[in-house]
């Protein structure tokens, strides 16, 4: 049962991390899902373990990491805006 409330947490942090910066995740579901625990990570190592915890994610943080990490795969992919010339 714990798995699929980690999955759902790092879902949602995706999907608003995704939401916040206007664009759609890659992916649907699991690209949503697998932004929500790169921005965990990311967020936790950049501003430290802070803020409410959830499932295990401390929310601030992972929500920062991930909107991060969006924009980073968005520079660097085409779906970012980059056109080929």
């Not at 999955?7 to 992916?27: A, F, K, T």
């Not at 190592?45 to 980073?72: K, Q, S």
């Amino acid at each position: 049962m714990y798995l699929i409330w980690i999955l759902i947490i790092g879902g949602l942090i995706g999907w608003l991390s995704g939401n916040l910066i206007g664009r759609d995740v890659p992916g649907g579901i699991a690209g949503n899902i697998i932004a929500g625990f790169i921005g965990s990570w990311l967020g936790v190592e950049l501003l430290g373990a802070r803020g409410p915890v959830v499932g295990g994610f401390h929310i601030i943080p992972a929500v920062i990491g991930a909107i991060l990490a969006l924009l980073i795969f968005f520079s660097i992919t085409r779906a970012g805006g980059f056109r080929k010339r």
